[in-house]
């Protein structure tokens, strides 16, 4: 069957981009066609999110397919909060049969966070296990169960890494671990933090984690000082330094969204030239009509074909 786009852009050596399309808060299909519009010929990829922040949307896989008939390649993504196992490697076959070819494994924001919050969370595998279930159902053809199945779904399985959450020696550990359970590609929490980020990438670098699998570093655009200020108070284990604060600080209200585009752009850049670093996942929240002008300024197009 074929490979993904986004495993051929990263094993022919090209700096990947990815992009995210959060599903809508209910049955409507435009809604999606008119995210996925500005995406098209600008990203390798895009993240289809599955409930994230534990509120109710779209499935993922429904709204990947859209993707598909728009022209996009989806990045599925799965959390653990909400299936059991059975259902899991249900969604994955049928994810696979449709078309679907790469698969974002993760825990998923707990309930609490979001409009159930008296939603039983399932958790019935954790998301490193969850990476090694789609690995051994891909390479070895068996459920979890240990029997076989009819049809492998080669997926190209990626996971999550935040390089800024406590104790932050433990990070680069929690990255082996799910690098060793099969995990091909990483895309990391929204970055910030450079400072702890080179540190990070240089651990990943000195344990030869870097050589084992393709990392895409997260990058949000600020839109304002008040969007900066939550991140930084508000959003578990975002790490928002106090100069990019103060940088926000000293802009006009109205050009606070185009200096925010500028040190992502900035960001880009240097992720470009930093060792171990394979490509950047941009997570342009609701601003999916801004991502052509940031690739664009990034120069990161136009996008490789292979």
Same mark, same amino acid.
């Given at each position: 069957?074929?490979?993904s786009?986004?495993?051929k ?6 700096f ?16 999606v ?28 896989w ?11 390649e989806?990045? &599925? ?18 994810? &696979? ?12 924001d ?5 409009d ?28 979890l ?20 959450a ?5 990070r680069v550990?929690r990255?082996a671990?799910k ?14 933090n450079?400072? =702890?980020?080179?540190?990070?990438i ?7 984690l870097?050589?084992?699998t &393709?990392i895409?570093?997260g990058?949000?655009p600020m ?11 508000k959003v ?5 330094p ?8 000293g802009?006009? =209200? ?7 585009? =500028? ?5 880009i ?5 930093? =060792? ?13 009509h ?17």
């Open positions: 069957m074929s490979e786009n986004l495993a852009i990263l094993k022919a050596g090209h990947a981009f990815t992009g995210e399309l959060g599903p809508p808060r209910g049955a409507n299909v435009d809604h066609r008119e995210k996925a519009a500005p995406l098209k010929g600008m990203v390798d990829s895009v993240n289809i999110t599955d409930n994230q922040t534990a509120m109710v949307r779209m499935s993922s429904a709204a990947a397919l859209i993707a598909i008939q728009e022209g996009l989806p990045n &599925y993504q799965m959390v653990c909060r909400d299936r059991n196992r059975l259902a899991m490697q249900a969604d994955i076959l049928g994810a &696979y049969a449709h078309g679907i070819r790469n698969m974002l494994c993760l825990s998923g707990h309930q609490q966070f979001g159930h919050p008296n939603a039983k969370g399932v958790y019935d595998i954790d998301s490193i296990q969850l990476i090694g279930m789609t690995k051994r159902m891909r390479d070895e053809g068996l459920f169960s240990g029997a076989k199945m009819d049809g492998a779904p080669q997926m190209f399985i990626g996971a999550a890494a935040n390089p800024f406590e104790p932050f020696e433990w550990h990255l671990k690098i060793e359970a099969g995990a091909d590609f990483i895309q990391t929490q929204c970055i910030y450079m400072e =702890k980020m080179r540190e990070w240089r651990q990943a670098n000195d344990m030869g870097t050589e084992k &393709y895409l570093a990058v949000t839109k304002s000082l008040g969007m900066a200020r939550y991140m930084k108070s578990p284990g975002m790490d928002v106090d100069d990019v604060i103060k940088r926000l600080q802009v006009d =209200k109205k050009k606070q969204a185009d200096e925010g585009i =500028k040190m992502a752009c900035e960001q850049e240097e992720f470009k030239e930093m =060792k171990g670093v394979a490509g950047v996942h941009l997570m342009a929240i609701e601003w999916e801004r991502v052509p002008e940031i690739a664009e300024l990034a120069g990161v197009l136009p996008r490789p074909q292979v």
